[in-house]
């Protein structure tokens, strides 16, 4: 499998518990985010009763009333958690054909307080979720999922840190306190799938290198039969990444394509909406806000230097993504955070972030 992948490369994390296993893991891993960036993780440690409750619970939410949705409606969160409807959110500057409640480690909201006075307004994303009141057991439910990836999450790290011939816990200190998870529904459309020509309505996301965190895990809760998402490879081809039961998708975020010094690139992906309805469950491993762009580049330059190992191509559609903290727009992960998610979802940008609205929205 070359850099010009034509599929995903599936990683069972079981190899990890014998010596001669191991090795065979980490060489495929090693290759898998030096190459590719994106891969599937079988055999992963997240009980699978976590898991279906969870699938189990996306229809019934997504049925609630209007009312109810909208009781928990994004916009009332300057943490930018909650319900969106289709066409709240945008990517690439085109609305997103998809509804999703979004939910993160559940945190105060100290922003309020007397000892917030004069902190960065990125520290305003971290905050309580908001809960719809049904179903009950929803909260109960999404809290031990975000656990579990959390926990697979450092597991998983600590991996990634050994396939590239560093110490275990080398990424660790990058991470945030929170982290998010999206539970995402795409109506079914009426547009052929894969066209490369598909118009507005059939972009369930728009092309994108994920800003929201330093890790994705997806998970695909639909069917096999029901496709949507896919990978850009180098050579600007759009490569479908199927549902595999058992698995998760996981790929690179931005910060990590920083802090790796380019070597493990983010890839560029989307989802097109298909003519069969898709449940979708991201879970973005948090950064910290703080963490500013020499910092990111400097702390593994030389490591990386002294491996001899040389930037990956990537396609003119990938370099061309939008990245505020790839390119040095703004200084620290939580200001071009705080952009990206005032970019997404204006009305909350427009409500709680008048102050640095039109510079965010206008500084292409």
Known sequence: MTSCFSRIPVIDLSL???????ADLLSQLRHAVTAIGFLYISNHGVPEKVITDLVDILPVL????????????????????GYSKVGAEMTAGAKDRREQFEFATELPDRWGEASGSGRPGYERLKGPNQWPSQPPHLRRIVERYIEELTNLGTRF??????SLSLPAETFFPFLSEQHRLKLVRYPASASPTGSDTESTSTQGVGPHKDSSGWWTFLLQASPPKVKGLQALNKAGGWIDVPVIPGTFVVNIGQAFEVVTNGICK???HRVVSGPLERFS????????????????VGTLRDKFASMGMLEPAESEEGRNIDSAFLRG???TWGEAQLRTKIRSHRDVGVRFYGDVYERYIHDD
């Not at 990890?16 to 191991?22: D, F, N, V, W």
């Not at 790290?157 to 050994?162: D, G, I, K, M, T």
Request: hydrophobic share 40%.
């Open 157 to 162: 790290l600590r991996l990634v840190a050994e």
């Open 62 to 81: 997504f049925a609630l009333p209007r009312k109810a949705k909208d009781e928990v409606e994004l916009s009332n969160s300057p943490h930018f958690l």
């Open 329 to 331: 727009k703004y200084d």
């Open 266 to 268: 983010a890839t560029t």
């Open 281 to 296: 469950v991201p879970f973005f491993q948090g950064v910290r806000g703080d963490l500013t762009k020499a910092e990111a």
């Open 16 to 22: 990890a518990s014998s010596p001669t296993g191991r």
